[in-house]
Protein backbone atom coordinates (compact mmCIF):
# COMPACT_ATOMS: atom_id res chain seq x y z
CA UNK A 1 0.00 0.00 0.00
CA UNK A 2 2.91 2.21 1.03
CA UNK A 3 5.23 2.68 -1.86
CA UNK A 4 8.27 5.23 -2.37
CA UNK A 5 10.53 3.27 -5.49
CA UNK A 6 13.95 5.40 -6.30
CA UNK A 7 15.36 4.97 -9.07
CA UNK A 8 18.63 6.10 -10.94
CA UNK A 9 21.07 5.68 -8.81
CA UNK A 10 24.73 4.11 -10.24
CA UNK A 11 28.49 5.04 -10.22
CA UNK A 12 29.88 8.34 -12.07
CA UNK A 13 32.88 10.32 -11.95
CA UNK A 14 33.54 13.10 -9.79
CA UNK A 15 32.17 16.16 -11.82
CA UNK A 16 29.25 14.24 -13.20
CA UNK A 17 25.82 14.34 -13.00
CA UNK A 18 22.95 12.04 -12.26
CA UNK A 19 19.14 12.21 -11.77
CA UNK A 20 17.15 10.76 -9.44
CA UNK A 21 13.68 9.98 -9.65
CA UNK A 22 11.19 8.45 -6.66
CA UNK A 23 7.44 7.68 -7.57
CA UNK A 24 4.90 7.51 -4.79
CA UNK A 25 2.04 4.90 -5.44
CA UNK A 26 -0.59 2.95 -3.08
CA UNK A 27 -1.46 4.80 -0.10
CA UNK A 28 2.21 7.45 -0.34
CA UNK A 29 0.43 8.72 -3.66
CA UNK A 30 -3.09 9.44 -2.52
CA UNK A 31 -0.90 11.68 0.08
CA UNK A 32 1.58 12.79 -2.51
CA UNK A 33 0.31 16.32 -3.19
CA UNK A 34 -0.06 16.78 0.23
CA UNK A 35 3.45 15.86 1.66
CA UNK A 36 6.74 17.75 1.65
CA UNK A 37 8.76 15.80 -0.33
CA UNK A 38 12.63 15.19 0.73
CA UNK A 39 16.34 13.05 -0.31
CA UNK A 40 18.17 12.40 2.48
CA UNK A 41 21.49 10.19 2.35
CA UNK A 42 23.44 7.93 4.55
CA UNK A 43 26.86 7.16 3.83
CA UNK A 44 28.54 3.46 5.48
CA UNK A 45 29.05 4.27 9.68
CA UNK A 46 27.73 8.18 9.31
CA UNK A 47 24.33 9.56 10.46
CA UNK A 48 21.26 9.69 7.83
CA UNK A 49 21.51 13.72 6.58
CA UNK A 50 18.61 15.31 4.95
CA UNK A 51 19.91 16.68 1.18
CA UNK A 52 16.96 18.73 0.17
CA UNK A 53 12.76 19.03 0.76
CA UNK A 54 10.38 20.53 -1.28
CA UNK A 55 7.01 21.50 0.30
CA UNK A 56 3.89 20.63 -1.57
CA UNK A 57 3.17 24.30 -3.08
CA UNK A 58 7.27 24.17 -4.42
CA UNK A 59 9.23 25.89 -2.12
CA UNK A 60 12.87 24.26 -1.67
CA UNK A 61 15.50 24.43 0.81
CA UNK A 62 19.14 22.04 0.63
CA UNK A 63 21.68 21.34 3.17
CA UNK A 64 24.88 23.73 2.76
CA UNK A 65 27.22 21.10 0.99
CA UNK A 66 24.54 20.53 -2.14
CA UNK A 67 23.45 23.90 -2.37
CA UNK A 68 24.10 24.98 -5.91
CA UNK A 69 24.83 21.86 -7.11
CA UNK A 70 21.64 19.52 -6.73
CA UNK A 71 18.13 20.79 -7.63
CA UNK A 72 15.17 18.71 -6.42
CA UNK A 73 11.34 19.13 -7.80
CA UNK A 74 8.33 17.49 -8.14
CA UNK A 75 5.63 16.89 -10.34
CA UNK A 76 2.00 16.25 -8.81
CA UNK A 77 0.47 14.84 -11.73
CA UNK A 78 2.72 12.21 -12.25
CA UNK A 79 3.25 11.52 -7.76
CA UNK A 80 6.70 11.62 -8.43
CA UNK A 81 10.03 14.08 -6.92
CA UNK A 82 13.59 14.24 -8.75
CA UNK A 83 16.86 15.06 -7.42
CA UNK A 84 19.11 16.30 -10.25
CA UNK A 85 23.02 15.89 -9.17
CA UNK A 86 25.50 17.77 -10.60
CA UNK A 87 29.31 18.20 -9.94
CA UNK A 88 29.11 15.29 -7.96
CA UNK A 89 32.19 14.84 -5.40
CA UNK A 90 33.09 11.54 -3.64
CA UNK A 91 31.76 12.98 -0.83
CA UNK A 92 28.30 12.28 -2.21
CA UNK A 93 28.57 8.99 -1.87
CA UNK A 94 25.76 7.50 -0.29
CA UNK A 95 22.52 5.68 -0.74
CA UNK A 96 19.85 8.20 -1.34
CA UNK A 97 16.40 7.73 0.14
CA UNK A 98 13.39 9.60 -0.80
CA UNK A 99 11.10 10.66 1.97
CA UNK A 100 7.32 12.04 2.22
CA UNK A 101 6.43 13.93 5.11
CA UNK A 102 2.27 14.77 4.68
CA UNK A 103 0.77 17.88 6.58
CA UNK A 104 -1.76 17.85 8.76
CA UNK A 105 -0.86 15.03 10.60
CA UNK A 106 -1.60 14.95 14.53
CA UNK A 107 2.23 12.97 14.86
CA UNK A 108 4.62 13.75 12.39
CA UNK A 109 4.81 10.56 10.46
CA UNK A 110 7.90 9.86 7.84
CA UNK A 111 7.34 7.60 5.25
CA UNK A 112 10.69 6.19 3.33
CA UNK A 113 11.98 4.63 0.10
CA UNK A 114 14.32 1.81 0.21
CA UNK A 115 17.24 3.74 -0.89
CA UNK A 116 19.53 3.38 -4.25
CA UNK A 117 23.23 3.89 -4.58
CA UNK A 118 25.06 6.81 -5.76
CA UNK A 119 28.89 5.86 -5.98
CA UNK A 120 31.16 9.17 -6.93
CA UNK A 121 34.78 7.75 -8.34
CA UNK A 122 36.87 10.11 -7.61
Known amino acids: QVQLVESGGGLVQAGGSLRLSCAAS???????????MGWYRQAPGKQRELVAF???????DYADSVKGRFTISRDNAKNTVYLQMNSLKPEDTAVYYC?????????????WGQGTQVTVSS
Open 99 to 111: NARPYGLVRQTDY
Open 26 to 36: GSTGSIFSISR
Open 54 to 60: ISSGGST
